[in-house]
């Protein structure tokens, strides 16, 4: 069976102190692994897609890493505006995306 | 360009009522997705439309829920009879093809009284 694990399920920041987010898998042939950024009242924001293991990709203070177990989202020198739910979506080899629960993020001034 | 949209943005209905709510995708998307959103959790997928045709509807319960997706274009989701477990943020997302990413709408916050 398809699983995704997100942790940790909450974490508070102080401004600039960095630290990452886990994504953990199980998927059936897998096909890519989707990041997503989602604020309070709206629906998740497209951030990155990784196809293969020892992929990167950066944007900004973010940075995903992916390896054939797990994904990472680096935040780097975090600002009070990342504060969202990072949602981690393996694409499975169905074409499904499988979402896990997600990482609530507060960063604080 | 033009996001995915949705409505109503809000709804409040008592059990055993029926709702309908409706997706405009992004122009030139084929694939289709309506999911279901339980505060605390990850959206999960209801089901899935290539164009006009299910590809996956396997998580929908399909004794209340049914959704259609007339002409490849906007779809609709529809609830009969709603039950208290159903209050839930229901989300239309779009692709241009399976496996590139999805493009959600703001979501429809459903409230079963």
């Known amino acids: 069976e398809d699983q995704v694990t997100q942790s940790p399920e909450a974490l508070r920041l102080q401004e600039g102190e960095s630290s990452s987010l886990n994504c953990s898998y199980t998927?059936?042939?897998?096909?890519?692994l989707f990041w997503y950024r989602q604020d309070p009242g709206k629906g998740p924001e497209f951030l990155f897609t990784?196809?293969?293991a020892g992929e990167e990709k950066e944007k900004e203070r973010l940075k995903a890493t992916l390896t054939k177990k797990e994904s990472f989202l680096h935040i780097t020198a975090p600002k009070p505006e990342d504060s969202a739910t990072y949602l981690c979506?393996?694409?499975?080899?169905?074409?499904?995306?499988?979402f896990g629960t997600g990482t609530r993020l507060k960063v604080l001034a | 360009e033009a996001g995915v949209a949705q409505s109503p943005r809000y709804k409040i209905i008592e059990k055993r009522q029926s709702v309908a709510f409706w997706c405009n995708p992004i122009?030139?998307?084929?694939?289709l997705y309506w999911y279901q959103q339980i505060l605390g959790q990850g959206p999960k997928l209801l089901i899935q439309?290539?164009?006009?045709?299910?590809?996956?509807d396997s998580q929908l319960p399909k004794d209340r829920f049914s959704a259609e997706r007339l002409k490849g274009v906007d779809s609709t989701l529809k609830i009969q009879p709603a039950k208290l477990e159903d209050s839930a943020v229901y989300l239309c997302?779009?692709?241009?093809?399976?496996?590139?990413?999805?493009?959600f709408g703001q979501g429809t916050r459903l409230t079963v009284v």
């Open positions: 997302a779009s692709s241009f093809e399976p496996g590139t990413e999805a493009f």
């Open positions: 998927v059936s042939g897998l096909r890519g």
């Open positions: 990784l196809y293969s």
């Open positions: 439309f290539q164009n006009n045709g299910v590809v996956d």
């Open positions: 979506a393996p694409l499975s080899g169905t074409y499904k995306y499988i």
């Open positions: 122009s030139g998307h084929a694939t």
